[in-house]
């Protein structure tokens, strides 16, 4: 059983992969040379599936933070004798620049070492676990470090100190005066590549530095949003490019598998692929963040997995493998024991296999925000998207799993039909560009339909909002999107009623926003920072500016001291849930920053707020929120001093 704090991990990226670090200086979890491949490093699901630490002998304060721009992370270690710094990162490529950032990453761990006053002692403990703590492998000394024998690959450490092995683990202890430096670097080649070539701490200083550079270069490029918490959007879109798998442009949904939505519990999944539901909000932040190429690679990929199901006739699925892989399917291991206990650990998500809807308007949502107006199609490209339109004209009466990929019965969702009605919306805005002025009126004809079905069967007055699904009594926070992607305009008062009773029904102790409740959810599932966001950015298309900085930031405060978000928050303790860092609650993060700015520059409907009830309600339910029991919410509202308050928050 691994029980440290999921939030207790840094994200190191090469734009191909990913590693996590405690703030203990061990890198408990790394995948290469793909996010998707079995990790060498593991901790973070079994104690005994691997790790490399670095850190003092003895007590010290710590502190850490990236490298300013970049996804270098830099610990220092402030001991009785002395300070040390380590400074992580995944090798960029050779003085890459930020249009390229990720093309030629070669696949290497780098850490640096040194010592900035006094002296220090420090421990270095190497325990490989490649295939997920499956093989324990043979360690063997070579020139200028260690080579790890077993399985298809050879894992090769260059280490400037002598490594005592025992077994599939090496240790080792050296001292550092002020101004001493040491570098180490990890590669894996295959099984019958050469003997290593000594990194000496020069060589590891220089590709740090090119790494260092990288990230920067990229950053530089990427400064198109201004205004509040401008600094955690710039972050946040470094973590999308963090998550991105350079070579096809594919992002994954986090960075890891089988961390769980609830301590202990078995909804378990692998979010190390790309979901087509992330992709038009994901666009939308890569817009916000000023990664036009991001956007438009990303939009690329996943037009070319999916094509070639709908030319065959079949549904448009889901998710897609970083390479477009179309089977994900899940295999169990259960020889690891699973973050505090929580089994099964999976590998592989057979959410491929659902039949969700809104996947077709996410789609032509992504097509509509990528292609500008007047923007010449391919004629594949016009055809996918064309029968994607046709898809969803066709499909919509039918019932499906829906976005929270729920693994029971199929039901008539309204987030589902939503979506199909954006697709729709989107299609008859971009029939120009696909030479499709002739399916026009059809899609008019469907969307009116679904825009009644929303409007009769997902009104549920009882609750005085828009329901899960139709003829259900259960409300759920992605009837959010009913303003959020037009369906809606803002200040209708059935919006209004539906902002006020999830905002009341849904938000946590701590003021955090669950999905939905309901029979298939147990009661200690977190909450959701992607939803708390959602709400954020609805009251700021609502007007109510104010109540939306304060969802904001409470959702904020969650992040950990590197700046990163997790998918849920425990209601009990505010502690971290679900794979990590969540790509989805950084989007929603720089989606509602954006809508909350520009709300701000707007000046409010006049009389509108006294026109409906409903805002007032809103009101009163907030000033209320804002002065409940700080006993409740302190241990979830603990911000960490990475994280800022814009002026006027």
Known sequence: M?????????LLSDCRSAALVTSEGSVDWLCLPRFDSPAIFARLLDEDAGHWSIRTVGPADVSRSYVEDTLVLETTFRATGGTAVVRDALALGRRERGHALGEASPGILLRQVTCTEGQVSLDIVYAPRPEFGLIHPLLSPVRGGLAAYGGAHVLRLSSPVELTVSGSTANGRFNLRASDRLGFALHVGPAWGSEPVRWRAGRVRRRLNDTIEGWRSWSRQHRGYVGPWQDEVAHSGRVLRGLTFAPTGAIVAAATTSLPERPGGTRNWDYRYTWVRDASFTLQALGTAACEKEKDKFFGFLARAAATQLHRGMDLQIMYGIGGEHDLSERLLPHLAGWRDSTPVRTGNDAWRQRQLDVYGELLDAAHETLPPGEHLDPPTRAFLVEAADTAARRWTEPDQGIWERRGPSRHFLHSKLMCWVALDRAIAMAPALQADERVPHWRHERDNIRQAVE???????LGAFAQAFGSDELDASALMLPIVGFLPPHDPRVLSTVLA???H???RNGLVRRY??????????AFLLCTFWLAHALALTGHVVQARQVFQTALAHANDVGLLAEETDPATGEALGNFPQAFSHIGLINAARAIR??????????????????????????????????QREPATRASSAISTPAGA
């Open 502 to 504: 999830i905002a009341s």
């Open 2 to 10: 691994s029980a440290r704090p999921i939030g207790d991990h840094a």
């Open 517 to 526: 409740l309901g029979d298939e959810i147990e009661e200690a599932e977190g």
């Open 506 to 508: 849904l938000t946590d």
């Open 598 to 631: 520009d709300a701000g520059q707007q000046p409010a409907p006049q009389g509108t707020e006294h026109r409906s009830p409903y805002s007032s309600r809103l009101h009163w339910f907030f000033a209320a929120w804002k002065h409940s029991s700080m006993a």
């Open 456 to 462: 009769e069967r997902g009104w549920n007055a009882g």
